[in-house]
Structures are given as C-alpha cells and as structure tokens.
C-alpha cells in the first residue's frame, strides 16, 4: 500500500473461483490455485448466479513505515453471506463473517455495507467467499481511514437527501389528500411509500434502522416492496389517467399485471428467491414501457395532464432499465449505475407531482366556475321559491283570516243575540202601549234612551271584531293582560252560553313588542280549539285557566283546558300545516300552524304545547320590554 494513494478498486484482472456447488472450504483454495482465472471485466458482477464466488486479492506492503490504517469495504447490501479471511504467512485469520443474512448487530462496523480492518503490517493475501440469491455483484474497495470516512460522509449526504425528498413530497402528497380527498393522491403515495421501502432494502438501510432483527423481512423485503412499487404503479396509472374511460382494453390488461404482481407477492413467500428476482427484473424492464404506452393513449385523448407522467416515467424508465441491465449483470459501471435510480426516481416523483398539481388546480378552477353557475341558479331557485313561499304564507293568513272571520260572525250573532232581544221587547212594549194608552212623551224619551243604547253596544260590538282583522305593521307595545280581557269581552256571551268557566291569573302586566291584532287572532284560535274538545268531550265542568307571569327578561302566557289533552300519536304534528284532529269540514289545520309563525317569525318568541294531568297546555315566552 503506498502511503500517496487513498483508495484502491478491486476489479479488472482480480483472480476469482466459481464453486458451483458452494462445497469448497477456504482450506481447499491451496490445492486449486490453478482454477482461479482473472476477471476480464472493470467490475465484479456475475448477474445472477446461484454459485459460491471466491476472491483471491494480494495485499503488498510498499512502505513498512506508513502509519495509514486500511479498510476492506463491500458495497453491496444484498449479498446474504460474506465470509473474508486473511493469509498472513501460511496462517489463515478470518476477520469478517456477515451478510445480509445474519442480523445487524453481528456486523463489527455498523454501517449500512460490509466493512473491516486489514493487516497490512507485511505481505498477506484475502480470500473472500460471497453467496447470494440476488445479483452477483461484488463490488470491492480498499480505503485508508480518512479515504473511507470522507466515502461514508458523501454516501450519507446523498442518502439524507434523497430521502429527505421523497419523504417531503409523501407528506405533502398526503396533506393534499386530506385536502381534496382525492383518491389518486392516495394510490401515489402508495406508490411512492412502497418505493421508498424497496430502495431502503437495497441501500441496507431498512436492515440498519427498521428491522434489523427481522429475518424475513431481510430475505423478501426486496421481492415484497419491488412487487408492491410495480402493483401501486400500475393503480395509479389506471387511475390517474382515467384508462377505464379512453382505453377500457388497456385498463383490463393493467388490471391482469396488477393481479399477476399479487400472485408473485404472495409467491414471494415460498418460491425461491432467485426465481422471483428475477421475474421481477424483466417485469421492471417491460413495466415502464406499457405505462409510457398508457401516457400516450391518454394524451392522444386530449388528456394534457399525461404529458408530466410521460416526462417522469421516461426519465425513470432509463434509470430502472439501466440499474436492472447492471443487476443482470449485462452492463457495467456499478459505481455511477448504483445511484442512477435514486436520482431518476426523484425526478419521476416531482414531474409526478407537477402531473397532480396541474390536474387539481384545473379541476379547482372548474369547480369555481362551476359553483359560481350553481350559486346562480341556486340565487334564481331560492328567489323563486322564496317567492312561492310567501304566495303560500299569505294565502295561509288569509285562509287563517277567513276562518277566524266565520268564528266571529258566530261570536257576533252571540253578542248580539241579548241585545237584539231587548230591543225587540221594547219596541213592542212601546207597540202596545200606543194601542191601548197612548204614548207619552217621556214614554217616547225613554225609549229612545233604550234603542240609542243597545244598538251603541252592537256597534261598539261590531268595531271590536273588525280590530282583529285590521293589517299592523308596525310593532307595538301592549300588555299580553290586555290581549286576554279584549278577546273575552267579545267571546263572554258564547262561553256564559255554553257554561264553560274562565280562570284568570294575572300576575303580570309587563308590556311586551309586537302585534296585538295578531296575537289576538292566536288567542282566538286557542279559545276555538279549546272550546271544541271541552264540547265534543262532553265535560261537565268545563274551564279553562290563563295565567300572565314573568321572569328575568321574558313574559309567559300559559293557556290549559281540562278536556283531556292531545293524544300522543298527535302531539308532534299538531303545528304542522293542514293537519287538523277535526275532519275536513270542521277544520282547515292551519289555525295553530298559522299562530305558530305569529309566535315564533312576527313577535321572535316561542310557542309550545304539551298535556298536564288535566288537559292541554299551551305556553306563550314574548321577550319583556325592558
């Protein structure tokens, strides 16, 4: 070793011994120096063998006095048992024994490759002993101590950020997701999640840091995280290009590799290693061509988001081309090769990214567009139905109106019927008279007193049912108290005349804002509803009892009869509109519907019903004028 030169490549003209049925021990080597043959090539790389290779490297010793400490370095991961021993003056020393096989901690330098330190103190010469499943490649470096350091130093900082990226664009690929919940974000990073794991596999990194103590996982975590990239590829691609729409028969035999990766997944758990590695090198040749083929279709279909997934599958098409040829073992150049795919796989996934943010911000300005069309046909259909809404409202309220009219002309022929009696009798009284007496001037006084008074109390009669029927609007104050002894001063003679008793409990007259003729017509339709089940229950002692009490900040109306109450089945649906307990020609169904939106829209209160242990209760909460 000389002490100007750092790193020495072992390749080209290195002797090496194929034992093809791996029977060979390092002690039979001294016996067939004869059947070593020099390699031929810059790089040692078998492809895919199922041999045992030995390597016989002389190490020299050109300056006895070099202070520089030196290191075997094996950078090849996937290479399952490695066994290195030193001849030092006819004694055999072996001084690395491990492999992808065996667990991590076993390694005596804990790095990702296989590294130890030589013996360079006088002449001796390596044997290496190498078997795997995988490629044959065997690529070897001797490296002083600062040399291998300053490797290891650039290795890592490719490595951080390599993964540093594809970690960034998997997080920002499922922030978007959760954004948009858009499933093709979904299948990427799948996509580039099982890439990650299968890169990891073959850089040693996933057998450092993720399972080092995992023995199946370091035997078929290559095959498994290979079958699954091309099995998540081959989802997106379907996906994000829509095949199933522009080309159904190309869909169907993505479909068939996808359930054809499953089975070689699956496979993976039983079938030799190198049975499926290999089908999975020529599945990854032919894979990206078939997808490129899927990206033309879809742009020949006028699909433009496919020409960034062309740009990125033809990039890493050559790099997983190149890499699986160098696997083969059908090119060199192992030391440029081996991060060819690394470096063509983060342009793939950033153009694929491009490829996804195009097509979102595209549908994000369809949608705009399209929710600015709907906002306007939603503005035109609300404006309309509004419109309809309030045709209906005021054919309610005058519906509502007309039947509380033909209650007061009931209520009226009530009132009026005493007084019309009255009158009657007295001009009769004053009839006969004139027959048989004669009439008087004060007999004509006194019954001009008489008529002049009954009919102002018709009159006034009359005016009071027409304020009930008078349109307000504005609000104004009143006292609910008020309401309650005007609508019983008109209904007093048909309640006196069908014996049905009246509790009041007036315990406040607070002033509350709103409409006094509306909420008249309410206690109308409380009194005729109230009225009905007392008659049609046939109840004894008919009553009804109104209170007016208050609290911190609103006024209470409560209305309770005794008749029984509403039955349960009913109790829900007794506010909606057109249902009534009464039959078609006894009720419109829209009385409490139409006190409900008195209540609760015009005078921003709340109205509500519920049975006590005697009969229905109706609760009226107005807001206090404060």
């Known amino acids: 070793m000389k002490d100007s030169q750092s790193v020495y490549s072992i390749g080209k003209g290195v002797l090496f011994l194929e034992d093809k049925e791996g029977s060979y021990s390092v002690d039979d080597l001294s016996e067939m120096e004869s059947q070593f043959q020099g390699t031929q090539e810059e790089e040692l790389n078998f492809g895919f063998s199922s041999s045992v290779y030995w390597f016989k490297i002389p190490i020299e010793v050109l300056s006895e006095n070099s202070s520089k400490q ?6 090849y991961t996937l290479l399952e048992d490695i066994h290195v021993y030193q001849d030092i003056g006819g004694e055999l020393h072996l001084i690395l024994n491990t492999g ?19 013996d360079t103190s006088s002449a ?9 499943q995988s490629s044959m490649q065997v690529p070897m470096k001797i490296y002083s101590s600062d040399a291998i350091v300053s490797a290891k130093q650039a290795e890592t900082l490719f490595s951080g950020f390599f993964y540093g990226v594809i970690l960034l664009i998997i997080f920002y690929n499922a922030f978007l997701f959760f954004v948009w919940s858009d499933k093709n974000y979904l299948y990427y990073i799948l996509f580039i999640t099982s890439f990650l794991l299968w890169q990891l596999n073959v850089d040693g990194f996933a057998h450092q840091y993720l399972w080092p103590e995992v023995q199946w996982l370091r035997e078929k975590g290559v095959l498994i995280f290979v079958g699954l990239t091309v099995f998540n590829a081959l989802l997106f691609t379907r996906s994000f290009l829509r095949l199933s729409e522009y080309a159904k028969g190309l869909n169907k035999v993505l479909v068939f590799l996808q359930v054809f990766m499953s089975v070689l997944i699956l496979g993976s758990f039983v079938l030799s290693y190198t049975v499926v590695i290999q089908i999975l090198a020529w599945v990854i040749v032919a894979i990206p061509f078939i997808l490129l083929y899927a990206g033309a279709v879809a742009l020949k279909h006028k699909y433009k988001y496919a020409r960034f997934y062309i740009v990125g599958w033809s990039i890493f098409l050559g790099a997983t081309i190149i890499f699986t040829l160098n696997k083969l073992g059908l090119i060199g150049g192992y030391e440029h ?15 694929f990214s491009l ?20 906002n306007s046909r939603l503005r035109s259909e609300v404006h309309d139905k509004s419109s309809q809404i309030r045709e209906k409202d005021e054919l309610l309220i005058q519906q509502s109106r007309l039947a509380s009219m033909g209650e007061m002309l009931e209520n009226i022929s009530h009132q009026w019927k005493q007084p019309l009696h009255k009158l009657s009798l007295v001009i009769q009284n004053h009839y006969f008279k004139h027959k048989m007496e004669g009439v008087s001037a004060d007999d004509l ?4 007193e008489h008529s002049t008074m009954l009919v102002n109390y018709m009159s006034t009669t009359v005016d009071d049912f027409r304020n009930f029927f008078d349109p307000q609007k504005e609000k104004e104050l009143f006292g609910l108290n008020e309401s309650v002894e005007k609508v019983l001063s008109i209904l007093s003679s048909s309640l006196k005349e069908e014996k049905i008793e009246i509790v009041l409990a007036i315990k406040s007259r607070e ?53 029984g109450g509403i039955p349960q089945d009913i109790l829900p ?40 242990t005697v009969g229905a209760e109706f609760t009226i909460t107005l807001a206090k004028v404060l």
């Open 124 to 132: 001796s010469t390596l044997y290496v002993r190498v078997q795997t």
């Open 445 to 448: 006084e006194s019954f001009n």
């Open 100 to 118: 992808n096989r065996k667990s991590f901690e076993h390694r005596p330098i804990k790095w990702r490759s296989y590294s130890t330190i030589l």
């Open 355 to 374: 490829a996804l943010a195009e097509r979102i911000n595209t549908l994000r300005r369809q949608n705009i567009k399209n929710l600015s069309a709907l």
């Open 337 to 351: 090769i081996k991060y060819f795919q690394q470096i063509g796989s983060i342009a793939e996934v950033i153009f």
């Open 70 to 75: 030196w290191w075997l370095d094996i950078d």
């Open 573 to 612: 649906k007794i506010f909606d509109p057109y249902f009534s307990t009464k039959g078609l020609k006894k009720g419109s169904g829209i009385g409490l519907y139409m006190s409900k939106m008195i209540i609760e829209n015009s005078m921003n209160g709340s109205f509500h019903v519920r049975n006590s």
């Open 511 to 563: 002033k509350v804002a709103g409409y006094p003729n509306e909420f008249g017509q309410v206690l109308l339709n409380l009194f005729s509803n109230a009225r009905d089940a007392l008659l049609s229950g046939n109840i004894e002692e008919k009553k009804i009892e109104i209170s007016v009490d208050e609290n911190e900040d609103s006024i209470v109306l409560a209305f309770l009869d005794n008749a």
